[in-house]
């Protein structure tokens, strides 16, 4: 999605078949995103579709929430946006655990791949041009999983993808004879107001990619509480952004009995109109100025939503297996009788077992220097672990010491 040439809103009557249409133009200024603001929020305002002319992720999952906390209780929203790559994580997820950290932090300037915590739950996605995200937020008491995956299933099918359906977890696939996930979908429920989103996989140049991305080298030795995600199958459906936008909207029209010329007007305006009570237009980074939207915005980019929001979670180089016993195997890069295992908490590590010695007092000695250097560490701002390990001083050095904080940087995305 090209990047944002300014936010414009429109606002169309809800027309009866009978009435005459009366379109007013507005001026176009530089307090338009204060209107979205205070449109958005207008008690009147029932129906509202959006399109991001942004592809910042930080700043449409902020618009987003805007819209979640601050559109009227009564009211159903439709928000359509892409963003640029990046790796979006449920709210309750590891990043350690779900994410290869060290290829995201590799990666050049020009490839970066940014890595997002949203709001709601549900798993790992991976996010870039080559698809497009619908959020539709409508009161708590209407919401149902499959309510709104369906709309989206109908606008493909309208696009002669008609395969499609909504399997029994509630993602979009393509029907055949090996199933292929097109969309999947996240949640986030309040007292009055209740938010389903989902990308769908549209034409992304990163299919190859994305298994690298969202496979931890960490994984198989941690043991987290949370949120793991399920690996499934994916695959483009092959039609273009317009062309879905365009059908979702129309779906979504026609599900709340709206005017059916709001496809063509949201997609094809080039002016801002005013007139009745449903409120359909752009958006993008013009909204980064609203308070509660740059506020959002901050806290998504802040490692202490990204990092210190992780739930506990415990790091073994020797995890134990389903039999409850740990594993005699070294993992590579771990010089036997080394092992560490590290309990963490927000992001923070809370304590620590180490040894490099059989010989058990030169162990204890080892586990408690150790535990006064990792202790109160956020892992996130460990440079490097190989060094950390080490110790300051020329008496700390020991080889599995550094074997084992080489480890952890792989570990850790060092």
């Known amino acids: 999605m090209a990047p944002s040439r300014g936010p414009f809103f429109t606002l169309i009557r809800r027309w009866r078949s009978s009435r005459p249409h009366h379109l007013y133009l507005a001026s176009r200024s530089s307090s338009e995103s204060s209107r979205f603001a205070e449109l958005s929020v207008r008690p009147s305002s029932t129906h509202q579709i959006y399109l991001s002319r942004s592809d910042d992720p930080f700043l449409n999952l902020s618009i987003e929430h805007h819209l979640l906390q601050k559109s009227p209780a009564d009211s159903t929203v439709l928000f359509l946006y892409a963003n640029r790559p990046c790796v979006v994580i449920g709210r309750n997820q590891n990043p350690w655990v779900e994410v290869n950290l060290r290829l ?111 496979r931890s080298p960490a994984k198989p030795f941690i043991k987290a509480r949370g949120v793991e995600s399920v690996s499934s199958p994916v695959g483009n459906v092959g039609v273009s952004h317009e062309a879905f936008q365009h059908a979702v909207v129309r779906q979504f029209t026609a599900m709340y009995g709206l005017d059916d010329s709001l496809p063509e007007s949201l997609l094809h305006s080039t002016e801002a109109f005013v007139g009745g009570e449903c409120i359909a237009g752009s958006v993008g980074d013009g909204e980064a100025e609203i308070p509660d939207i740059k506020k959002g915005v901050a806290e998504l980019k802040s490692d202490a939503w990204l990092y210190l929001q992780t739930p506990q979670f415990t790091l073994s180089s020797h995890p134990p297996g389903d039999d409850g016993k740990a594993k005699s195997a070294s993992p590579d890069g771990i010089a036997p009788p080394a092992h560490i295992t590290l309990e963490a908490r927000a992001g923070t590590i809370t304590s620590s077992q180490v040894s490099f010695s059989a010989n058990t007092a030169e162990a204890d000695a080892q586990a408690e220097e150790v535990q006064r250097l990792l202790e109160g560490k956020k892992i996130h701002d460990v440079d490097d672990w190989h060094q950390l390990m080490q110790g300051s001083s020329e008496s700390d050095h020991h080889p599995g010491r550094g074997s084992l904080g080489s480890w952890l940087n792989e570990m850790f995305g060092r």
Do not use: W
Request: glycine share 8%; hydrophobic share 35%.
């Open 104 to 214: 995201l932090n590799t990666r050049s300037e020009a490839g970066r791949v940014s890595l997002v915590r949203r709001r709601s739950g549900g798993g790992t996605v991976f996010h870039d041009e080559g698809n497009v995200n619908y959020s539709v937020i409508c009161p708590t008491a209407a919401f149902d999983r499959n309510k709104h995956a369906e709309m989206v299933v109908r606008a493909l099918r309208s696009l002669g993808v008609d395969r499609a359906q909504v399997n029994a977890r509630h993602d979009i696939v393509i029907d055949q004879p090996h199933p292929v996930k097109v969309s999947g979908s996240a949640y986030k429920l309040t007292r009055l107001r209740a938010l389903h989103h989902g990308t769908c996989l549209l034409s992304s140049p990163n299919l190859d990619a994305i298994h690298a991305y969202l």
